[in-house]
């Protein structure tokens, strides 16, 4: 694995960890709010995906690496755009993996460049100000201390400004390729409702599966990890 920088067009670097390993098919892993392509789950999900995929795994702006602040999902969709053309001149194969925030990017990604292969939204919101975020349920607050990493934490820099924020609900009619809507059945954050209705309103090939028992985004992988990948890499790979 190799880090690298890239540069998106509002002049923020972003830092992706790069997984070559000779394939013509790239995994874009693009993580929620307070996670990092560091964490320890996406680094063990990019070594997963690695055996079968290369990977870019990357640090939003205001997150680990990369510069800026977070915008919640109002200007990153120019970091994950710079990734995606980034791989479009070295792959023939562009899958994206997105979680929570994150999840929300790789729908509204897909809606806009015709290129993106297969996406696997995760948790997604199917709108930012109907988040629930009910963070004194046991489970929101029991899985941000099992996942505490003090040196992420510190590296976290949210923009203080309101900016206008694209709904996936109303951009999901526009993706082509095949979508696959994940969501935890006791997600305190985004309650599975969200990819529910964003699974409903889509009208690509797609397909809709719910986890018993699990929370939100990566904790679907950390609870049940067989599944978890057995669903995407069939998604991937075998559709």
């Known amino acids: 694995m190799i880090e690298i920088k890239l540069k998106t067009k509002d002049k923020v670097t972003i830092a992706v960890n790069h997984y070559k390993n000779g394939f013509d098919s790239v995994v874009i892993l693009a993580p929620g709010w307070f996670m990092t392509k560091d964490s320890k789950s996406f680094v063990e999900m990019s070594e997963v995906f690695s055996k079968t995929s290369d990977v870019l795994a990357m640090d939003f702006r205001g997150h680990g690496k990369s510069e800026g602040f977070y915008t919640f999902t109002s200007k990153e969709i120019n970091d994950i755009s710079t990734v995606i053309e980034f791989a479009k001149e070295n792959y023939k194969q562009i899958y994206l993996i997105g979680f929570s925030l994150g999840g929300a990017l790789v729908l509204i990604a897909g809606s806009e460049y015709d290129y993106i292969n297969k996406i696997i939204a995760v948790s997604a919101p199917s709108c930012f100000e109907k988040i629930e975020n009910n963070i004194w349920r046991k489970e929101a607050w029991l899985p941000t201390l099992q996942k505490c ?9 949210p923009s203080l400004l309101i900016c206008k924020k694209i709904k996936p609900i109303d951009i999901v009619e526009k993706i082509k390729c095949p979508t ?13 409702w969200h990819s529910e209705e964003l699974f409903k309103k889509a009208i690509c090939k797609k397909n809709y599966e719910l986890f018993p028992n699990c929370f939100h985004a990566e904790d679907l992988f950390i609870q ?3 599944k978890f990948v057995q669903l995407c890499t069939n998604w991937l790979y075998n559709e």
Request: overall charge neutral; hydrophobic content about 35%; cysteine-free.
């Open 180 to 192: 696959l809507f994940l969501a935890g059945e006791k997600d305190p954050t985004v309650h599975n």
């Open 224 to 226: 049940d990890r067989e």
């Open 149 to 157: 990493e003090l040196k992420r934490w510190f590296s976290i820099r």
